[in-house]
Each structure stands twice: as C-alpha cells, then as structure tokens.
C-alpha cells in the first residue's frame, strides 16, 4: 500500500516510516494538516494514518475534508483515550482508532483489516434489496428493471448510506459530506431529502424497510437480501 502518516512528533514518523517500508508499503509523510491534504490530493495513498494533535488544524477536520472527495481508509493513532474523542472521530469518518502506545504488530493487522473492507467495497458496486437496486458504479438506482429518477442530492445521500450497509451515519457526517460543512446544523434538510427517497423506493414509505432513521443520531441502510 502507498500509506501517508501524519503526524507532528518526527521520531513518531521517523518510527513509522522505517516500519512501513520494511515491509513493502510506499510511505509519505507530513507534520501538519495542510500538507496532508496536500499531499492526499497528489498523491492518493491506499491507507491515512492520523494523528489527531496537529500544529496547524485538528485532526478531526483533516478526516471532514478528507470525506469531503475520498473514501481512502483513515486510521487515528492517537493519545487521546476517551470514548467521547472515539465517538466524534468515527462519526466524522474515520474507519478505526488506534490509542498510543501501540504495538506495531497491532497496526498492521489493523491496516489489513481496513485494506480488505476497501477492497470488499470497490469489488461490489451493485447493492441489492428484494425492492430496489442500487448500481454505484453507474450511479443508477432502478426498481424492477426501471431506472427511478433521483436529484443529485437524492442519489448522494443514497449512495453514502449504500455504502455502508447496516452501519449508522450520522447527520453531521451526512450534512458535511453532501452540503458542506456550513450545513452540519441543518438536520431539516435531511429529513425533506429521506423523506423524498422513501416515496421514491420504499414499498410503503410511512413504515421505511431500509431507509432507517435513528431518532436524533441518523440513518442506516438495511437490505432484506
């Protein structure tokens, strides 16, 4: 994998840098956010692995920008122990969160098992319920063979939660992604926007099979297949 570490501790990335290319991986590395996602943008590694204390931004905001245009997988290594941190990290897009100090051997299974959900999720681009299927690669959703019309915002919100079958995501994390950050209060839009796509897939949309909301924390996905 082509890995970028971030991280403002040199002997950290100095650590990093010597462990990941021992073992075959491409290493690039920055000490701060800026260039991070500079660096993400040239270069677009397979796998981030984020600390959360950086000099110039939070590590947080690096992970919201980073969603903002890649699905790359984004590990947190951080001091930080609370679950509240865990929580916020997750929710703003993080696949994991590793706590310092860790064992090498630990990372790298990490890094494996976030590999195989990247890859298990480019290899199925078709998303299928016994209602509707959804067709990621050519961004199409269809109901018995017929394409249904979505608005872009429609078929954005559908495809971030395909995505992520059977998992919770959050309205913050919605919001950011499809409006942008300005957007991460207006959970009002949400609800017009779901409410738009269950009148549009849902057999009977007032008692929703697979567009579920989660009262106050958001909305998951679930296929009856």
């Not at 290319?21 to 943008?41: F, K, Q």
Request: glycine share 6%; hydrophobic share 40%; with cysteine.
């Amino acid at each position: 994998m082509r890995v970028l570490v971030v991280d403002d501790d040199v002997q950290i990335i100095r650590a990093m840098r010597i462990n990941l290319r021992a073992r075959g991986h491409e290493v690039d590395t920055a000490e701060g956010g800026a260039v991070a996602l500079r660096l993400a943008t040239q270069n677009r590694p397979d796998l981030v692995l984020l600390d959360l204390g950086l000099p110039d931004m939070e590590g947080l905001e690096v992970i919201r920008r980073l969603r903002g245009w890649t699905r790359v997988p984004i590990i947190v290594l951080s001091a930080r122990h609370s679950a509240g941190e865990k929580v916020r990290c997750l929710d703003s897009g993080a696949d994991d969160y590793v706590t310092k100090p860790f064992g090498m051997d630990e990372l790298l299974a990490r890094m494996r098992a976030a590999e195989r959900r990247s890859a298990s999720e480019e290899a199925a681009p078709e998303v299928s319920t016994s209602a509707f299927t959804v067709d990621l690669s050519a961004k199409c959703v269809s109901i018995g063979g017929e394409e249904v019309r979505l608005t872009p915002t429609e078929w954005h919100i559908l495809e971030i939660l395909t995505q992520h079958p059977g998992h919770l995501v959050s309205q913050r994390r919605l919001l950011q992604e499809v409006w942008g950050p300005a957007y991460r209060s207006e959970t009002n839009y949400l609800r017009v926007y779901m409410a738009q796509l269950r009148r549009k897939l849902e057999p009977d949309p007032a008692h929703p099979r697979f567009l579920i909301t989660e009262a106050g924390r958001g909305y998951r996905f679930e296929t009856d297949l």
